[in-house]
């Protein structure tokens, strides 16, 4: 199972919002670079970065602060936020970032979507934000009544490389992660998932490493890690252990 850590770009810096709020916000890094640097040299085999500004604007607005981060660092990035056209696709990649997360798109595009899985086979992740099962779009702002399991059995047909499910409820507030909701979304559908919002402890890492069997691929954590709730190295024994 893989940690990501996560950095957050908002304005420039490396932040972590409450529930995706932008009213609340923690900045822990003038230079996300930094912030990326310091999870590497901890050795994180994958980063994962989200343009926040792109994500609730609709293009990326942080591509300068990715492309620095892929350059100071010697680990694989995942990035979303604001990526919603060929266009913005290409020019992710171009940066040189590893995997692309589309969110908006999944429910608004999914013939982009389609597109983008075909262009880049292997290295489209669809990012599915939920609260209380239904899927919320546009930096969470916009909430809808679309069952979250429907649309990632949809994106495990169009090809989708993995699927982040977060639960937005408990993102950003160290309140333990919702084992109970990645556990359906997994035992519905076949396609490898990534768990992210509300870890704080190693006991939530050692309960999602439970359910690695079932297809987890990995797990997103940041306010824990930024806040030293543990450390990265900490986290990752658990995550690589045999048994927990």
Not at 44 to 59: K, P
Request: with cysteine; net charge negative; glycine share 10%.
């Amino acid at each position: 199972m893989i940690v990501y850590p996560a950095v957050d770009i908002l304005d420039g810096r490396c932040v972590r919002l409450k529930q995706g709020r932008t009213s609340d916000v923690t900045v822990y890094a003038n230079d996300p670079a930094q912030a990326a640097e310091r999870w590497a040299n901890a050795g994180a085999a994958a980063l994962h970065v989200v343009d926040l500004n792109g994500a609730l604007e609709g293009r990326m607005q942080n591509l300068d602060a990715v492309a620095r981060i892929v350059q100071r660092t010697d680990v694989p990035v995942q990035l979303g936020g604001g990526i919603r056209d060929m266009e913005g696709l290409e020019e992710a990649f171009s940066a040189g970032v590893a995997r692309v997360v589309l969110g908006t798109s999944i429910v608004k595009s999914m013939d982009f979507v389609r597109r983008a899985v075909q262009a880049h086979p292997g290295a489209i992740v669809a990012g599915v934000d939920a609260r209380g099962g239904k899927i919320a779009l546009e930096g969470w702002v916009e909430d809808t009544e679309l069952d979250a399991v429907e649309v990632v059995k949809r994106l495990e047909e169009v090809g989708a490389a993995a699927v982040i499910y977060t639960d937005i409820n408990v993102d950003g507030m160290q309140t333990g992660v919702n084992v109970d909701a990645t556990r359906a979304m997994l035992e519905a559908t076949g396609v490898p998932i990534i768990a992210s919002g509300g870890v704080s402890s190693l006991e939530d890492i050692r309960r999602l490493k439970e359910l690695e069997p079932l297809g987890l691929e990995g797990v997103i954590v940041g306010r824990a890690l930024y806040e030293e709730a543990f450390t990265l190295e900490e986290a990752m024994v658990v995550a690589i252990s045999k048994s927990c």
